[in-house]
């Protein structure tokens, strides 16, 4: 169940927004944040990225900084009218992550930021299949989200936002492993880092290359 500052975070661009940059206030500010999930990758401007679930371009904005072919898709035509207005340099496709309406191995790299704890684990189950559909061989996917805090000194602040801000399937996603459900759907898992205590997870994954 949404809860009423949920619905109204995203019925308000500015109070989203607000949300968005105080919580990143515990790693370093909201660029830094946005960046987590990039570092140590290679995206040049010819690069194909896919900016999965993209909301209204808040990440969006930094993925254009590094590459000139950059499609953000969501399932919100109101996210994706904001996106346009916010970052016009990308191409937006409005589609469900669990059905993409892409080529087979469109995309070297595939980016979500803070999307995937909310869908319930069968949708997570439909979408990195699809994930490592649309990606090249040897493309990466590369996320951050939610994680169970190893600090228990995180633990009342991530409870409280969660409980604010978010429904059940954060709760779900804590308990996911999601490195091994990566691998489960074929992926390599490159990189696991984690963030304030361990309530943020950053995991760059990537998808085998075809045998010569």
């Known amino acids: 169940m949404a809860t009423i500052l949920r619905d109204l975070s995203y019925r308000y661009q500015w109070l989203y927004d607000g949300i968005s940059r105080l919580a990143?206030?515990?790693?370093g500010g909201e660029q830094r944040f946005r960046q987590l999930a990039l570092q140590g990758l290679t995206i040049s401007s010819d690069t194909k990225v896919l900016d999965l679930?993209?909301?209204?371009g808040q990440a969006t904005q930094f993925l254009v900084k590094l590459s000139q072919n950059v499609t953000g898709l969501d399932a919100s035509p109101?996210?994706?009218?904001?996106?346009?207005?916010?970052?016009?340099?990308?191409?937006?496709?409005?589609?469900?992550?669990?059905?993409?309406?892409?080529?087979?191995?469109?995309f070297d790299l595939v980016h979500t930021s803070v999307a995937l704890h909310e869908m319930q684990p069968e949708q997570l189950r439909k979408i990195i299949p699809e994930v490592y559909r649309v990606l090249k061989p040897g493309g990466v996917f590369?996320?951050?989200?939610f994680h169970n805090p190893h600090n228990p000194l995180f633990l009342p602040s991530i409870w409280l936002f969660l409980w604010l801000f978010e429904t059940e399937t954060a709760w779900q996603?804590?308990?996911?492993?999601?490195?091994?459900?990566?691998?489960?759907?074929?992926?390599?898992?490159?990189?696991?880092?984690?963030?304030?205590?361990g309530s943020l997870q950053v995991i760059q994954a990537s998808k085998g290359r075809l045998s010569s």
């Open 78 to 106: 109101l996210s994706l009218q904001r996106a346009k207005q916010n970052v016009p340099q990308a191409e937006y496709v409005e589609a469900f992550a669990e059905e993409m309406p892409f080529a087979d191995n469109q």
């Open 142 to 145: 590369t996320f951050i989200d």
């Open 53 to 56: 679930c993209c909301g209204s």
């Open 24 to 27: 990143a206030i515990s790693i």
């Open 173 to 197: 996603l804590l308990k996911t492993d999601l490195p091994g459900l990566l691998m489960e759907m074929g992926f390599s898992i490159d990189k696991q880092s984690l963030y304030a205590g």
